[in-house]
């Protein structure tokens, strides 16, 4: 069953511009992850948020996390044309286990030069 | 070179017979994981390991086995491989639990 569920299924920006991906899930976690996978690759991990955590940054990523409203938004700030990958969700729910990483179908991402 | 690496890339096989795809990993990772990239499902867990010898069931585990009588190694078996086995594999590992997983670069397998 699918835990986490990416909102846009599929996003097209021009360089430069924001993108925010939104992910919402269904049972309580202990972490959400974000990744991303370009074409024909593996993912790549991009910021882990623990459930006690409302915000998290690493370069040009913001990830917040509402436990409330069970969703977490990715946002990349001033896109470049190397951000075109998918991204993932991936949760790990409480009553699963902490390694059984659920992924979502995950959002297309395409920077536009 | 470290890292986690998957063996064959690509790999077409017929129905019916057995496949096993590798995974190494050098970082000696105690978890490693199996999963499977279809259209429309995402990727979904097939089996992990939680170190040597010891391994669970995913969410797909059917069809599949797996073994990991050493710590860097967690190779796939499909015992008689079906048409819908055909998928896009990666192996994953971490060093533990609440830890971010690295992904090795897939396998490519198609069952004819």
């Known amino acids: 069953s699918q835990q986490g569920e990416e909102d846009p299924q599929a996003l097209s920006i021009q360089e430069g511009e924001n993108a925010t991906m939104n992910c919402s899930y269904k049972?309580?976690?202990?972490?959400l992850q974000w990744y991303r996978q370009n074409s024909g690759r593996g993912l790549v991990h991009l910021i882990l948020?623990?459930?006690?955590?409302r915000e998290k940054h690493s370069g040009r990523l913001r990830v917040t996390l509402d436990t409330s409203k069970k969703s977490s938004s990715l946002l990349i700030t001033a896109s470049r044309a190397a951000d075109t990958a998918s991204y993932f969700c991936?949760?790990?729910?409480?009553?699963?286990?902490?390694?059984?990483?659920?992924f979502g179908q995950g959002t297309r991402l395409t920077i536009n030069p | 070179d470290a890292g986690i690496t998957q063996s064959p890339r690509y790999k077409i096989t017929e129905t019916g017979r057995q496949v096993t795809l590798m995974c190494h990993q050098t970082?000696?990772?105690?978890?490693m994981f199996w999963y499977r990239q279809d259209l429309g499902h995402g990727l979904r867990l097939i089996y992990y390991?939680?170190?040597?010898?010891?391994?669970d069931k995913g969410e797909v585990s059917d069809g599949y086995v797996v073994s990991r009588s050493k710590t860097e190694n967690f190779p796939l078996t499909l015992e008689s491989a079906t048409r819908s086995q055909t998928s896009v594999y990666f192996c994953?590992?971490?060093?533990?639990?609440?830890?971010?997983?690295?992904f090795g670069p897939g396998t490519r397998l198609t069952v004819t």
């Open positions: 991936a949760t790990d729910a409480i009553n699963q286990g902490a390694q059984k990483l659920v």
């Open positions: 948020i623990r459930s006690n955590e």
């Open positions: 390991s939680a170190a040597a010898d010891i391994t």
């Open positions: 970082w000696s990772h105690s978890y």
């Open positions: 049972t309580s976690i202990n972490n």
């Open positions: 994953a590992s971490t060093p533990g639990l609440y830890y971010e997983q690295y």
